[in-house]
């Protein structure tokens, strides 16, 4: 039996959203997809916002989307796409359980806005790490941590309303570290705004990144 999520609060609401992202947001999107090559694991795909950035290089992608909502988004954006999308509505966790993939890993592993809203992001990264092959990449966009007054808004935002509005975002984590300290190497790791600096929102900066699982 598939585990999923029904949260229909939040599917709205990010539908909504992802449907008027800023370009800012769409341009960081393409570029974490650009090169991927082979098989590809997506986790929370929301809406199949990404699905449209895939290059031509992508033999498939397995696309993970526990809320069943969004996942009826992201079929039909599947469907659309010019790379061969399956969504399945299972969390990642059970999926990994249900279909194993020791014989055949994934090439790459996808998380764009996601490792923020899982209970335990260093269970989550370890399951990753071990669904990819030797040398196969985990490309990020996430929500990062803070400093300064900016860490205190998130620190405020994570404690109060904010994880309850937005699908269990939790605005100052230290994804980086978490995917170092689960044994990936990063590469290209960088810091991008897409909201002004000034505007006093948990959710204005962001990790682009590829971490890397050694051979």
Not at 144 to 171: E, S
């Amino acid at each position: 039996m598939s585990e999923t999520v029904d949260n229909p609060f939040f599917a709205r609401l990010w539908t909504a959203m992802s449907a008027r992202e800023p370009e800012s947001l769409r341009r960081l999107r393409q570029q974490n997809l650009e090169g991927l090559t082979g098989r590809v694991l997506e986790v929370g795909a929301g809406t199949g916002t990404n699905f449209e950035f895939y290059p031509g290089t992508v033999a498939e992608v397995v696309a993970v989307e526990p809320e069943v909502r969004l996942a009826e988004h992201a079929k039909r954006a599947a469907a659309r796409a010019a790379v061969p999308i399956t969504v399945t509505t299972d969390t990642v966790e059970h999926f990994r359980v249900t279909e194993p993939f020791d014989t055949e890993p994934f090439d790459a592993v996808v998380c764009s806005l996601v490792l923020c809203s899982v209970e335990d992001p260093a269970s989550v990264i370890a399951t990753l790490r071990s669904m990819l092959r030797p040398g196969g990449q985990l490309r990020y966009l996430e929500h990062i941590a803070g400093t300064g007054a900016r860490a205190g808004v998130q620190k405020f935002a994570d404690a109060t309303l904010w994880p309850r509005l937005f699908g269990n975002c939790h605005t100052h984590r230290h994804t980086e570290e978490t995917l170092a300290d689960a044994g990936f190497t990063l590469s290209d790791a960088r810091r991008e705004w897409t909201f002004p600096r000034w505007a006093p929102l948990p959710v204005g900066e962001f990790a682009l990144g590829v971490a890397v699982r050694p051979t």
